[in-house]
Every structure is written in C-alpha cells, then in structure tokens.
C-alpha cells in the first residue's frame, strides 16, 4: 500500500514563497509521474505541476514561471517550490503519483495541505 504525506503548507503573505513536500512511506517502484493539484473551495481539482519518470515537467499556465516541481528519486519525494503567491493560490494541494506500467497507471493520493495566501 503507497501512502503519500504531504507538507508544507500554512499561511503566508502575498508575495511570499511556500514549498511543498510529498513523500511516500515506503518503496516504491515504477513511478511513472509525480504531480501536484489544488482545489480550491466550490471549484474543481486543478493539475498545478507534473514530472514524468524521464524529468519533463508541466504547469498549469496560471502558475508558470513561478511554481517550480522537482523531485528527489533516491526518497521517491517530490516537491512543490511556490515563490509569488497570489491569493488566487490558495487552495488545498495534493501530491498525486501514478504508479505502474503505462497501459495500467494507478492513482495515489495525499491527504492533502492547507495554503492560505492572504495579508
């Protein structure tokens, strides 16, 4: 069983930075990507950022140029760095990594972290 736990997250002003952290529990094999959403309250979840096995990324355009994703393979973490936060950041952001040969991904889910932009 893949647990994802995530980190990270709080208040912070406008402008400010944040850098989320999600790690699994134990190991894990075949990780085809490891991505980031957000939901925001009455809104639906939004891919933020993805990177694939090969270390290609993508980002949703809202959050371009200024949200970075990275990853550390050896801790099978990936992390989020936020920098320029806009209000219209704030959401609750989940760690998602697909998990297995291609033709049958499987989804695995954080429980998510709380961001809150806000002066």
């Known amino acids: 069983q893949v647990q994802l736990v995530e980190s990270g997250g709080g208040l912070v002003q406008p402008g400010g930075s944040l850098r989320l952290s999600c790690a699994t529990s134990g190991s894990v094999f075949s990780i085809y990507s490891m991505g980031w959403y957000r939901q925001a309250p009455g809104r639906r979840r939004e891919l933020v950022a993805i990177?694939?096995?090969?270390?290609?990324?993508d980002y949703a355009d809202s959050v371009k140029g200024r949200f970075t994703i990275s990853r550390d393979n050896a801790k099978n973490t990936v992390y989020l760095q936020m920098n320029s936060l806009k209000p219209e950041d704030a959401a609750v952001y989940y760690c998602?990594?697909?998990?297995?040969?291609?033709?049958?991904?499987?989804?695995?889910w954080g429980t998510g972290t709380q961001v809150i932009v806000s002066s």
């Open positions: 990177i694939m096995s090969g270390g290609s990324t």
């Open positions: 998602n990594f697909k998990i297995g040969p291609m033709w049958r991904l499987e989804d695995y």
